[in-house]
């Protein structure tokens, strides 16, 4: 556990409503990312924070939008949701700074427990 | 564009058997690459991780090796174990500043007792 949460967990919406995912880290690690998995396609990414306010986009970014105000928290907007971002979410940890102890390698990314999202 | 594969998709090995998973990548210019467990309805978890100028990596009955050059890796698992069932996972990093990962589609593992 390298101290990452996301919520919520589990959400049902419907198409056409904002959804905002949270990923909350407790590591100080300075690179953030958001992933969604979806059956046939792997675990593809959204967004990737490299520090505070400082945010870039992946492979599947369209109709995603991210924050990331303060080290510990990167956010994940859906402006808009609809049935194809029905997915399973994932939040992703590197680059620590500062932190000692076995195990916290600055390249191994470390992953959330996810948030699963239904689009009605 | 980089591209990881992993075969076979999905593998049933009695206990204590030893196995391979493998994993190929398209464009060698890699950075590291690592290795992940997913429990079904979990996130993923960390195994190894190897770096570019290293050809193996071990933790416990897990050894993972790369060969750079010819874009691949094994994942190598010593007397599975029931506990060993999951999909395993393994994603590249390539030489950007994001330490942004390309990942396979994962190895679905099952370890009859």
């Known amino acids: 556990d390298a101290g990452i949460t996301q919520s919520p967990r589990h959400k049902v919406t419907e198409t056409g409503t904002p959804v905002t995912l949270r990923c909350h880290q407790t590591e100080n690690h300075r690179y953030m990312y958001w992933y969604r998995q979806d059956p046939g396609h792997g675990l593809r990414l959204i967004h990737y924070?490299?520090?505070?306010?400082?945010?870039d986009k992946g492979e599947v970014s369209d109709g995603y939008s991210v924050s990331r105000s303060k080290t510990e928290d990167f956010l994940l907007t859906l402006e808009s949701a609809t049935s194809s971002q029905t997915s399973v979410y994932f939040c992703?940890?590197?680059?620590?700074?500062?932190?000692?102890?076995?195990?916290?390698?600055?390249?191994?990314?470390?992953f959330g427990p996810g948030t699963r999202l239904t689009v009605l | 564009k980089q591209e990881v594969t992993q075969i076979p998709a999905a593998l049933s090995v009695p206990e204590g058997e030893n196995l391979v998973l493998n994993c190929s990548f398209t464009d060698s210019a890699i950075y590291n690459l690592q290795w992940f467990r997913q429990d079904p309805g979990k996130g993923l978890t960390s195994l190894l991780l190897?770096?570019?100028?290293?050809r193996e990596q071990t933790s416990g009955r897990l050894n993972a090796s790369l060969d750079k050059s010819s874009g691949r890796s094994t994942l190598y698992i010593a007397a599975s174990q029931p506990g060993d069932s999951a999909t395993y996972l393994c994603a590249v990093r390539e030489n950007n500043a994001g330490n942004m990962l390309t990942f396979g589609g994962g190895t679905r593992l099952m370890v009859k007792p």
């Open positions: 992703a940890i590197s680059g620590s700074v500062g932190m000692e102890g076995p195990g916290y390698l600055l390249d191994t990314q470390y």
């Open positions: 924070s490299y520090g505070v306010k400082d945010t």
């Open positions: 190897i770096q570019s100028s290293q």
